[in-house]
């Protein structure tokens, strides 16, 4: 194994591990990954990896996960869990990191090339809380969505948090950059005849349960406090609510785009075979 002794606190090669609680490391194309699970996925995912850190107690319960990183070239960082504590700037619970160097950024044109038809995409429309984005990542994922898109008032799917929340599901799901998100929808439902579904509250929406999800669709979810913006939701296809209890007066929007995307998945299931 590749293994590199830390003796010093201000070692350069650990100034991205340093830099978890910022957003430096978007602005330098590199994402961290915490975790075996979310390691793990990153190395099976083929994602260039820049490095790893670990604490010296853990090297033999990551001899595996290790020895494959030193194959591929990576080196891996080693210290004790008090330096590494003091580096990172918080409690060393996770065991073992790695670095990370973000994909390509993909355009929505790109991606509908390659993803097959019928289209099932998901978009975000100003989610500002990194850990909804990484737990909605992870259920588009779970549900079969071939494709995450981000508009730039949305946390990028990339965050440190954003990336351990979504268990590594991240790896293994394409993501297109959109500034203009309501052009971006406009263009799938003039080119690809593809439906907006939004998930919002109040008049106009119909019950989820009532709503078709066949042939080509977008859902988007939207702002944990004021939703969907006017604009993306003027031009929706069909605005759906989830009927709970009268006296809650509506879910997060992390669980509520588990329960849109699995009724979305299930309906198409039960029409395709």
Known sequence: MSLVAIQGLNDPRLVAYGSLKGKSLERDGIFIAEGEKVVQSMVNSGCRIASCLTARGAITRYKSLLAILAKRGVDTYVATDEAIEKIIGFRF????????YCPKKLTLSGVVKTAGSPLFLVALNAVNDPQNVG????????????ALIVDHATYDPY??????????TIFRLPVCYEDDLESSLIRLKEKHDTRIIAAALGSGTSDIA?????????????????????????????????????????????SASAVCLYEASHYRLLNLT
């Open 93 to 100: 619970h996770k065991g073992i990191m790695a670095v990370g």
């Open 135 to 146: 737990l909605i990542t992870r259920n588009a994922a779970a549900f079969g969505a071939q």
């Open 159 to 168: 965050y440190r948090k954003a990336v351990r929340v979504s268990m590594g």
């Open 210 to 254: 009532n709503v078709e999800f066949s042939g080509n669709i977008c859902f988007v979810f939207g702002n944990e406090d004021k939703g969907i913006s006017r604009k993306i939701l003027s031009i929706a296809d069909a605005r759906v609510r989830i009927p709970i209890a009268d006296s809650v007066d509506s879910l997060n929007v992390a």
